[in-house]
């Protein structure tokens, strides 16, 4: 994500803040100041939310870690002023593992709760009158902080399981449902779910609070997005990679020039192409690669294939190109046979394509 700040690694896991969660801490002060704040109480309103945002750090791993018993890897969390994301490789199909997974996030906070819940003072602030209750949570202190800390943890749990997919709550719904019906059937009926919850807290946000508004944005887009995706790898389901790769490709080879590459670029349709050395895979042109480099038409291609990609099995399920293009954030790969020769290749536009007449039969 652009203008993420990297704030390091656990257990392998980046974690990164997005440059919008500034305006979150100004906003917060501004507020605060707004209500006749000094800088105490602005402290302390900042502190609050940087621990809880710590808090929702320790949210997300909890997801992350829980998938990685699963061998689903995470390439990051990122921190953004709605919450926090974790940028799973995918989610698990088996019902029971994305229950797992998408109530591993609430569970943290519930542990996070019931650990303040032992230093919190709670039953002393129910015993207090309301005056005083005023004065004592309005005061910056280490007790105050604490005790919105548990408030904050507490409603982090009931808002993330609230159905609206695909939030935390969504996914349960969408896991409990797939035991009984199909992924795909599950997913749609929590995704209609979700997009309606979406439009409800679009409206009251409009009225009350315009951070609703956000995430209504964020369910809705989301819900709508894993909801094609998952219909069209149902779509792929029993299909080869054969089926809609590319079979008539143009291969190049390490010595060819860049002014070579742009005649064949301007020649056809191809935009990717696969590099061979003596009958080996050695490499695969980009099509941004290529044009980035292409005022240099005298540079060779070995200078700047890339040398780090990834193949595909022919005889291999078609539903794992949608897996390999979220991982590898590539949507074009050469495609062999068993013996390691290359066949062929596949890209987005193919299988979109396969996709489409898929599509076509069915209606």
Known sequence: MKGALSLGKVAGIKIEVHWTFTLLLIWVVYLD?????????ALMNVSLILFLFLCVVLHELGHALTARKFNIGTKKIT????????????????????????????AVNVVIALLLLLIVPLKTYLGMDAENLEQLLTAPSINTLLFYLLIANIMLVAFNLIPAFPMDGGRVLRAL??????????????????????????????????????????????????NQMVKQTTLLEGHLVRD?????????????TMTQIIDLLLAGTEKDFVVVDNGQIAGVLFHKEIINRSKNRELLVRDFMSTGFHIMLEEGPLKEFFDLVAREKQRFFPVVNSDGKLMGAIDMTNVSEFLLLKNTQIA
């Open 177 to 226: 449902l797939a035991f009984r019906m199909s992924r795909a059937k599950a997913t749609d009926i929590a995704a209609t779910l979700g997009q309606t919850l979406a439009v409800i807290f679009f409206v009251m946000g409009l009225f009350f609070n315009p951070f609703l508004v956000l995430i209504a944005l964020f369910i809705f887009i989301g819900a709508y997005g894993e």
């Open 79 to 106: 921190l953004l002023p709605i919450g926090g994301v974790a940028s799973l490789e995918k989610m698990p199909e088996k019902p029971q593992q994305e229950l797992l997974v998408a109530l591993a996030g609430p």
């Open 244 to 256: 809609a790769m590319l079979t008539h490709i143009t291969t190049v080879g390490p010595d060819n």
């Open 33 to 41: 100041m707004r209500r006749g704040g000094d800088l105490n109480s």
